[in-house]
């Protein structure tokens, strides 16, 4: 595809995902599923690919069902410039072992009453989906890919994030691979205060104020692809989040892990 043509259409989808991602679709916060564990080295070849993933996802605040929706998929190369799903990055350094990138990914922290049946989070102001950017470096050794991220709020809080993991790429099949993972999430008080915590204004009978506690949080996952044909690739998700005592200690949540699952598909051009 024609380099000029590819930009065109990709602005226009970074306008509709800007579009969706200020819109609460349904009532329900989305998961951006994460493939970064799945990619291989392809070259700095500019290549195109559009598609979207479903999700279905437990919520740790009180009174919150599992919620499902969509999200659309979007996969650019071109050149140091990627998008892939709603993550954006620059490759600013790649060697034979390790890679640096700027990286700007979506997360969706976002609680508002309406999620809650019975009217347990009433009172509580609404957050919004956010991005995070920073750095994302990746490292390999035997086999193995260990992935360092420094991520800031760059929206919602003056929160900061940490993500360390470790995967492995398997591959049963020519066309697929399983990439089992596990890692923590460091989340600063900041960065729980503004999504858990309790402010003065939100306090009532049965809900005391609750702030400034930072928390770890621990993850295991397996992704997979599978290139059924030369244009369709489909991805999947499973992943259980084990939340550190900084979330699971605020008053508006009820859950001390999570689990989410997420499938899509995406085509290449």
């Known amino acids: 595809m024609h380099t000029k043509v590819m930009f065109v259409i ?20 989305p998961v951006a599923i994460d493939t970064s564990t799945l990619d291989e080295k392809e070259g700095s070849d500019s290549r195109f690919g559009l598609g979207f993933t479903t999700s279905i996802a437990q919520r740790p605040f009180i009174g919150v069902d599992d919620q499902d929706t969509s999200l659309i998929y979007i996969q650019l190369r071109h050149k140091e410039f990627y998008i892939q799903g709603l993550n954006i990055g620059y490759e600013l350094f790649e060697g034979d072992d390790v890679s640096l990138d ?20 009433d009172g509580i102001d609404k957050t919004r989906r956010t991005y995070f950017a920073g750095l994302s470096t990746q490292y390999h050794v035997r086999s193995v890919t260990l992935t360092l991220q420094l991520l800031a709020d760059l929206r919602e809080s003056d929160g900061n ?7 492995k790429n398997f591959k049963p099949a020519n066309d697929i691979t399983l990439a089992p993972a596990v890692g923590i999430t460091y989340q600063d008080a900041d960065l729980v205060d503004h999504f858990y915590g309790v402010q003065a204004d939100e306090v009532r009978a049965d809900r005391p104020a609750y702030g400034g506690h930072s928390s770890s949080n621990y993850h295991v996952a397996i992704n997979a692809s599978w290139d059924a044909t030369q244009h369709i690739r489909l991805l999947g998700q499973v992943k259980y989040e084990a939340l550190g005592s900084g979330i699971t200690d605020s008053p508006i949540v009820d859950e001390d ?5 997420a499938a899509g598909f995406v085509y290449r051009f």
């Open 10 to 29: 990709t602005r226009r989808l970074v306008i509709a995902a800007a579009v969706l991602f200020g819109t609460n679709h349904g009532l329900a916060a």
């Open 102 to 121: 700027l990286l700007a990914t979506p997360r969706f922290y976002e609680a508002e009453p309406a999620f809650a049946g019975n009217g347990e989070l």
């Open 161 to 167: 994030e940490i993500v360390a993991t470790a995967s």
């Open 257 to 261: 892990s999570i689990i989410l699952a």
